[in-house]
């Protein structure tokens, strides 16, 4: 029931819409009713779309990087204008509130925005070699054909943080979406058409056969890159399925990201700091705070504020407007959630919100805070990926930036201090790609993204993200 949103739902191949032999369906996660039925791409859908992206590559990586930038710039202000549409489907579809998908949408389009800037500088560099024999030049080229392969909990921003990058720096590309949120994705590929990206240059492939679809087009030799988002567990199988034809790749995986606030912390901050970090997305992004770490002396006061702040939240259909938190995307991750909270309090923890599964339709689970967290629990070793803020307390820094680090994790932290030299110090520290120091928001265009560990390889925004998809070529010469 996608009312009046116009989404098409074959797969996007070589600049049309094709239909497959057969669909599936994707389920409004408010009720669990059938929203749509979309293609479901098989493997020779995605080695057409590899054939399409392989066809357009050289005219795309030769076009002028002024052209490249402006389809961009265009793309932006087609996804700006039509912010609530897009919106709506997000929100639709993934099930988060109207408020967090206008917040992606804009996050999503600033990509768009940020790459049609980059794509017109992608200088390389020249120097005199150290013995003086010759000269250095290094040029940058396009990596080649890319696959994408995004997730459900951000359906825009994690598709135009591949894209963007991809298309200025003149690679082609298939996309696969996840399959609980593919209309989003189709509907970038319409905006894209529409801004001007030609025919083969990106392709949008749903599919209910992952595995099959991707693992295929990683073993035909034209694909040069595969970049994910999604958990660790596939993207060690893609690592490994990587290895095959040596292709490049672009790891954002899963994060356990620890929220330290210190007893020195202006605690108005880091409470506002703790309900975006944990709830942006009602707990549903990789970035989301997973464990706190309080000092002793402002645990109870900070574990109050935080339960008040957190009961208060408005639970509902995400496409209700006064709805705060939407329900979570599908029954699994409801019951996983579920299982976490109720293994934490019987080793001993205390829900002071929320802390069970309610009953009726829908994919909810209720805002909730746990005190007297086992260090050792389950919920701060696993992604919890819900409203759920477990608290353990430290007393020494030494002991929090431990704690902090025992996770094979090490994608971002927070770190709520007014000691600056503290602040650094701890942000050093600790094993993570980004820190939030006295900010619960990371995420920026401009910035690199990404983590260490078991998180991930490479980076994504910035300047960073589109040498992810180029490669230097260096030219030995002497004149
Ligand atoms: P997921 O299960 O790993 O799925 C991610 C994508 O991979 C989906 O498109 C999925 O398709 C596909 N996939 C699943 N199995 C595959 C296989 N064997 N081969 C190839 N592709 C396969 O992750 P998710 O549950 O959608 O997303 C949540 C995870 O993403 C969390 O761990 C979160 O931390 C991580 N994440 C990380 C970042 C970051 O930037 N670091 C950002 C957002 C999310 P199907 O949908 O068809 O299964």
């Known amino acids: 029931m ?3 949103l116009r989404v098409e739902t074959d797969l996007f191949i070589g600049g049309k819409w094709v239909p497959a032999e057969s ?3 994707v389920l409004d996660p408010a009720t669990g009713d059938v929203i749509a ?30 052209v490249r930038s402006e389809i961009l710039r265009t793309a932006y202000g087609l996804m700006t204008e039509r912010a609530d549409e897009l919106a709506q489907l997000v929100s639709l579809e993934n099930g988060k509130a109207l408020v967090d998908a206008k917040g992606e949408v804009a996050y999503a389009a600033e990509f768009f925005r940020w790459y049609a800037e980059e794509a017109v500088r992608a200088a390389g560099s020249i120097a005199t070699a150290p013995s003086g024999a010759n000269r250095i030049l290094v040029t940058r080229q396009p990596v080649g054909v890319c696959v994408l392969v995004t997730p459900w909990n951000f359906p825009a921003a994690m598709a135009t943080r591949k894209i963007g990058p991809a298309l200025a720096a003149g690679c082609t590309v298939v996309l696969k979406p996840a399959s609980d949120t593919p209309l989003t994705a189709l509907a970038m590929a319409a905006i894209l058409a529409e801004a001007g990206v ?13 595995g099959k679809v991707v693992s ?3 073993h035909d030799s034209r694909v040069r890159k595969v970049s994910f988002t999604g958990s660790t567990e596939v993207g060690r199988i893609l690592l490994a399925q990587a290895a095959d034809n040596v292709v490049n790749t672009s790891m954002e995986l899963g994060g356990n990201a620890p929220f330290l606030v210190f007893a020195d912390a202006d605690l108005d901050a880091a409470i506002e700091g703790a309900m975006i970090a944990k709830m942006r997305n009602g707990g549903e992004a990789c970035t989301a705070a997973n464990r706190f770490y309080v000092e002793e002396s402002v645990a109870a006061e900070f574990a109050a504020r935080l339960t008040s702040r957190m009961s208060a939240l408005r639970v509902g259909p995400g496409v209700s407007p006064d709805t705060q938190v939407g329900p979570l995307v599908n029954e699994d991750t409801v019951a996983k959630v579920d299982s976490l909270v109720q293994a934490a309090v019987s080793g001993g923890a205390t829900a002071t919100t929320g802390g069970a599964r309610p009953s009726g339709a829908g994919f909810y689970y209720p805002p909730t805070v746990l005190t007297g967290v086992s260090p050792s ?6 992604e919890i990926f819900g409203p759920v803020a477990p608290i353990v307390t430290f007393t020494s820094e030494a002991e929090a930036v431990a704690m902090a680090n025992d996770t094979e994790y090490g994608l971002v932290a927070y770190v709520y201090t007014t000691d600056l030299a503290r602040g650094l110090r701890v942000s050093e520290a600790i094993e993570a790609g980004m820190i939030g120091l006295n900010r619960g928001l990371v995420s920026d265009p401009a910035a690199p993204f990404g983590g260490v560990k078991q998180s991930g390889i490479g980076r994504e925004g910035g300047h960073e993200g589109m040498l992810d998809y180029l490669e230097s070529k260096y030219i030995a010469t002497t004149w």
């Open 216 to 218: 295929a087009m990683l």
């Open 37 to 66: 039925s979309v293609a479901d791409g098989t493997v020779d859908n995605a080695l057409a779309a590899v054939d399409a992206a392989y066809t357009a590559a050289a005219d795309w990586a030769s076009t002028a990087p002024r």
């Open 2 to 4: 996608l009312g009046e």
């Open 23 to 25: 669909r599936f369906d």
């Open 198 to 210: 030609p025919a083969g240059v990106v392709n949008v492939l749903p599919s209910r056969s992952s």
């Open 377 to 382: 629990a389950a919920i701060l070793r696993e």
